[in-house]
């Protein structure tokens, strides 16, 4: 599961950079903090303008729920960089659910 912080069209690109998986979609770095916890995404995506609001925060939310954060410059990312850098995340996550 990947959690995307930003608009729709952002988490489409993210979709189509993956293929199937779950997608949530937050639309701030507040509201990140509830689905993180809700879903426990293995991925959380961000660009840099949402992670320089609270990047304390957002670290620590990273941490809690055993993610990997993937920084992305803008909505705007390359496709290419998009697929190798969560596809990558979700590699080397590992298991850490809770039961």
């Known amino acids: 599961m990947v ?7 952002l988490a489409e690109r993210c979709r189509l950079a993956v293929g199937d ?13 509830f689905a ?3 879903w426990l995404p293995k991925v959380v995506v961000c660009t ?3 992670y ?8 620590a939310t990273v941490r809690r729920i055993r ?9 705007d990312a390359p496709y290419t ?3 190798d850098r969560i596809a990558g995340s979700m590699g ?8």
């Not at 080397?92 to 039961?99: F, L, Q």
């Open 48 to 50: 840099l303008a949402t």
């Open 67 to 75: 993610a990997r954060l993937v920084k992305v410059v803008d909505e």
């Open 92 to 99: 080397v996550s590992g298991t850490r659910r809770r039961s």
């Open 81 to 83: 960089e998009l697929v």
């Open 21 to 33: 998986v779950t997608m949530v979609v937050s639309s701030t770095a507040g509201d990140m903090r």
């Open 36 to 38: 993180a916890t809700a």
């Open 3 to 9: 959690l995307v912080v930003g608009s729709d069209e």
């Open 52 to 59: 320089s609001t609270d990047p304390a925060d957002i670290e």
